[in-house]
């Protein structure tokens, strides 16, 4: 796709005029990617306000979209794809992290504040509606984190501290075994430092035992640099299929069996009249067509920020990547009994209409086989994830170099020039497009 190709290249500019001339993509079933896609642009683009424009639609399509009960019906006897789009859940929390960016670039630190505190909101209300399989991406560490660090900037040191702890405590019970993130060193560093400033003593103490680590505040006259550096870019989607063997039925329940996975599969025949449940029992072998993840690997593995003659690595926070394909793996654990059922009605059709007609039979295998394909369709210009740090800077001008280390060797590196005001924290926002 001629967009997704401009945006992995940088060519932001002719991104956006790709998209400002597809007016049909904003009106179709793909509209909400639509949305996210204009919104990633213009915030590369450095249109923060119209970025969230589009963000917001993107958000409203997602939380507030109606089923089209004509849409559902079709995908019951077609396929996933002639439904409108409904982001990944992650994806849905992606769009309130780029909106708390573009505030926060703003300077509009308590909208800023809202979009952090609605991704947390969003993942609890995701999982409410979830009676089985609930998502195991449950709570957001980094957006606790971001949340702190904006406190911070915005001067309200208590529940920057409050944040802080929130997102310690998430690292170490949900991210470190969920997603190999453990809680980056200027977490800690932050969380002491707010500690400190609002006079909790016995929580200095407390963590600086547990950290092994003491730190020294920041001097009134100078400022810091927050600097989040995106890497990468998130993966894409294909497909896969699986053939799956019928076991027979129990208790109104028909059971599919996969030899190749080694468990087996319910599908409930309990809304189903006399008639299609006989054409559903007669069914031997069916088979499912789900997405999966193609992971696209960072040309980089590690970068730092060199300042003052120190340098400052830029820490894992978000492994999109990760979150991703955790996220499709729950999702699909949720739906496999939809997606057998959605098969075994179509070849029911396919077996009754043999039935009736050997050649309407015949062409109603052909179109089933055609339209069984799995739901590819996702947000492929997110970042493969987050790093960010913290650098102690002087007012006034300073140039700095951002040190990028390959995947297999070798370095680049940029400048990266920034004005710190006295007293204040300045944020900048980088990512690194290239991948292997």
Known sequence: MVVQEN????????????????????????????????????????????????F??????????????????????????????????????????????????????????????????????????YKEHKNKYARDAFAHN???????????????????????????????????????????????????????????????????????????????????????????????????????????TLLFGSDELGTSFPVSLGNQSQGQQAQFKNLSVIRVAFPKYIERPPMYQSAVLKANQKSYSLELAQNINKIAFQSLKDRMLREIGSNLLRLATKQAMEQLSRHENKNLGAVVSIVNAMTEKADTRNWQSLPYALHYTRIPLSAGDHNLILEQQR??????????????QPGETTFQIYHQLETR
């Not at 509009?108 to 969003?122: G, H, K, M, Q, T």
């Open 407 to 420: 995947i297999g060797g070798g370095l680049s590196t940029d400048s990266v020039n920034v004005t710190i």
């Open 56 to 129: 917001n639609l993107a958000d409203y399509y997602t939380e507030d979209f109606q089923k089209n009960i004509g849409s559902e019906a079709l995908a019951l006897i077609s396929n996933p794809m002639v439904r409108p789009y409904r982001p990944e859940d992650f994806e849905a929390i992606m769009i309130h992290y780029y909106k708390a960016l573009n505030f926060i670039v703003l300077k509009d630190y308590e909208s800023a504040l809202v979009e952090c505190r609605r991704v947390n909101i969003r993942l609890q209300q995701f999982n409410e509606k």
């Open 7 to 54: 945006i992995a290249s940088g060519n932001f500019e002719q991104a956006n005029k790709e998209l400002e001339k597809d007016k049909k993509w904003a009106e179709n079933n793909h509209r909400v990617l639509y949305f996210m896609n204009r919104g990633m642009v213009l915030f590369m683009m450095g249109e923060h306000e119209q970025s969230n424009h589009y």
């Open 146 to 252: 971001l949340m702190g660090i904006v406190y911070q900037a915005a001067g309200d040191d208590n529940n920057a501290f409050i944040a802080y702890r929130n997102a310690l405590e998430i690292y170490e019970n949900d991210y470190r075994e969920l997603f190999n993130v453990a809680p980056p060193q200027q977490l800690k560093e932050d969380l002491l430092m707010s500690a400190r400033r609002i006079g909790f003593h016995d929580e200095v103490r407390f963590y600086e035992e547990k950290f092994g680590l003491s730190v020294s505040d920041i001097q009134q006259e100078d400022g810091d640099l927050v600097y989040i550096w995106m890497n990468g870019l998130g993966p894409v989607k294909a497909e896969w299929s699986l053939n799956l063997t019928n076991m027979g039925t129990s208790n109104g």
